[in-house]
């Protein structure tokens, strides 16, 4: 069965990662400028997860759902994040895209098969199906536009997926 506080928690930790992910691509775009080599594909994954973030922002105050306690951190660790990634190059960038993506699917992957399971939150689950439909296909436009060829990218792509496991778990619980 999924509780109320499991559902809190998945929504928490959406938004926050709803959140991380504008703060990415702001960080991106910075570095990159609007004539970027990658620029107008980032700007409009940004858009998209700006509506999905306010989805999730008008969920958590219908529902009386508080945000994670580490908002100002993962303002500047996504911001930040971003703009190194920019910084090494437009394949780093869309490395770092990729890498966050195939995180998030599988996160959003897990979620939908607990609400499917349990029958809880149809809404919810709805969001997170259509979202993760969006997470996939920047994934795929990142790997289009050349992030396996990012330098290092194994170590590169590896550290990013670790930092946003790390960052999911810990978003669920403060």
């Not at 508080?66 to 100002?72: F, H, M």
Request: with cysteine; glycine share 8%; charged share 30%.
């Amino acid at each position: 069965m999924t509780s109320k506080n499991d559902i809190d928690r998945m929504i928490r930790v959406d938004q926050a990662g709803e959140f991380g992910a504008t703060r990415i691509y702001e960080g991106q775009l910075a570095v990159m400028g609007d004539r970027g080599p990658h620029s107008g594909e980032i700007r409009a994954m940004a858009r998209q997860e700006e509506g999905h973030r306010a989805e999730f922002d008008a969920l958590m105050a219908e529902r009386g759902v508080r945000p994670t306690a580490l908002q100002p951190f993962w303002n500047v660790a996504g911001y930040a994040l971003g703009a190194a990634t920019a910084l090494i190059g437009p394949e780093a960038a869309m490395a770092c895209t990729a890498a966050v993506e195939e995180e998030i699917d599988k996160h959003y992957s897990d979620q939908l098969d607990r609400l499917e399971e349990s029958g809880a939150d149809p809404r919810l689950a709805d969001m997170i199906e259509r979202f993760r439909e969006d997470e996939r296909e920047h994934r795929d436009a990142a790997l289009a536009a050349g992030a396996e060829k990012a330098p290092a990218y194994p170590l590169l792509s590896g550290v990013i997926r670790l930092g946003c496991k790390a960052a999911i778990r810990i978003s669920e619980r403060i």
